[in-house]
Each structure stands twice: as structure tokens, then as C-alpha cells.
Antibody, heavy 117, light 107 residues
Framework: EVQLVESGGGLVKPGGSLRLSCAAS????????LQWVRQAPGKGLEWVAS????????YYADSVKGRFTISRDDAENSLYLQMDSLRTEDTAVYYC??????????WGQGTLVTVSS | DIQMTQSPSSLSASVGDRVTITCRAS??????LGWYQQKPGKAPKRLIY???SLQSGVPSRFSGSGSGTEFTLTISSLQPEDFATYYC?????????FGPGTKVDIK
């Protein structure tokens, strides 16, 4: 059974940093691209970042470019999102997903990040 | 960047109604579009991939159509469990973009 489990969310002050993790199981992690998608409270979905197989290609939304870094550790079956210089508008539930371009996609249940003083 | 618009932004419907939601892309995206359903507190669930292909396990009352820049999600006979928010997503080019969503609630 494919599972994606996010962790690392919490309360952080503006300007602070946080690192999200996504632990994957039930599939050959190294073969897939992965994404982070977020949803601010009461708002719609926003794609945040993508990382390809072998980390060859990495893309970011303009809203996080230069502040967030997506990475993966294929040996640990884990996806990460390093979030620096956090702003109040980064407050959201963050979901990791397995390649949303393929016929079958999988999503985690999300982790809440709250940026507030 | 490709902009996605959705209409309507919300609708009220009754059980058994036929519901249609439209998504438009600001440029041609072939059929690189998915439709997602999201219920409060839950992760999105994809219903349709490649614009018109039904995801395995999704009831056949859901269907998708379109290609290029205009796409439609249709629910042929609305059921109580279908009251939710629906999003389209284009993955033709980065940055991927979601539509703003359509909230379907009970009339």
C-alpha cells in the first residue's frame, strides 16, 4: 500500500525556518517525481515545488522561489521542503504528492504550518 | 505562466441534479488536466486524469471532456457524498496551476 506521511509542521515566527519531511512507503521511491502542494486556511490549492527522478529537474512557484528548497533522499525514501524566510502568507497545510502528472497519483494527509508572531 | 479559471465559483444543487463545471486555460495545454474533489479537512482526490479518463474506483457519474483550453467536469446525477469543492489542475508546463475551485453545496 502506497503511503505518504508528512511531518515537521508547526508554529514559527515570521522570518523563521522550518523543514518539512514526507516519508514514503509502498513503492519504489527513487523512480518517481514528487511534489509539494499547499492550501492556506479557507483558500484553494497551490502547487509549491516539484523534484524529478534523481533530482535532475527542480521547479518552484514564484511565491516561494529563493526561500524554499525541495530535496529528496532516495536511500531514506524521503522528500523534504526546507522553508526559510517564512512569511505569514506561507501559513497553510502542506501536502506531499507522488507525481501528479501520472495516471495514478497519491497524496499525504498534510501537515499544518503556521507563521505568526 | 498558465492561468486557470473555473466557473462557477460555487453552485447549489439538489440530489439527482446534473452538474457541470468549466475550467479554462490561458493557453493550450493539450489534455494535461486533472479534476480533483476535496472535502473539508481531507487531501484532494483526483477524479479525472488526462482531461477525460476516469480514475479507477471513481463512480461513472463523473465524466470529463475537453482539450486545448476548455474543459468540463460533469456529474450526471449528484449524490449526497458529492457535496465538496472541485479543482482543475494543469500540468502541461511549470508552474503547475490549479483553478480557484468550485464549491458544490446542497440546495
Amino acid at each position: 500500500e502506497v503511503q505518504l506521511v508528512e511531518s515537521g509542521g508547526g508554529l514559527v515566527k515570521p522570518g523563521g525556518s522550518l523543514r518539512l519531511s514526507c516519508a514514503a512507503s509502498g513503492f519504489t521511491f527513487s523512480r518517481y517525481s514528487l511534489q509539494w502542494v499547499r492550501q492556506a486556511p479557507g483558500k484553494g490549492l497551490e502547487w509549491v515545488a516539484s523534484i524529478s527522478y534523481r533530482s535532475t529537474y527542480i521547479y518552484y512557484a514564484d511565491s516561494v522561489k529563493g526561500r524554499f528548497t525541495i530535496s529528496r533522499d532516495d536511500a531514506e525514501n524521503s522528500l523534504y521542503l526546507q522553508m526559510d524566510s517564512l512569511r505569514t502568507e506561507d501559513t497553510a497545510v502542506y501536502y506531499c504528492a507522488r507525481d501528479i502528472t501520472l495516471i495514478v497519483d497519491y497524496w499525504g494527509q498534510g501537515t499544518l504550518v503556521t507563521v505568526s508572531s | 505562466d498558465i492561468q486557470m479559471t473555473q466557473s462557477p465559483s460555487s453552485l447549489s444543487a439538489s440530489v439527482g441534479d446534473r452538474v457541470t463545471i468549466t475550467c479554462r486555460a490561458s493557453q493550450v495545454i493539450r489534455n494535461d488536466l486533472g479534476w480533483y474533489q476535496q472535502k473539508p479537512g481531507k487531501a484532494p482526490k483526483r477524479l479525472i486524469y488526462a482531461a477525460s479518463s476516469l480514475q479507477s474506483g471513481v463512480p461513472s457519474r463523473f465524466s470529463g471532456s475537453g482539450s486545448g483550453t476548455e474543459f468540463t467536469l460533469t456529474i450526471s446525477s449528484l449524490q449526497p457524498e458529492d457535496f465538496a469543492t472541485y479543482y482543475c489542475l494543469q500540468h502541461n508546463s511549470y508552474p503547475f496551476t490549479f483553478g480557484p475551485g468550485t464549491k458544490v453545496d446542497i440546495k
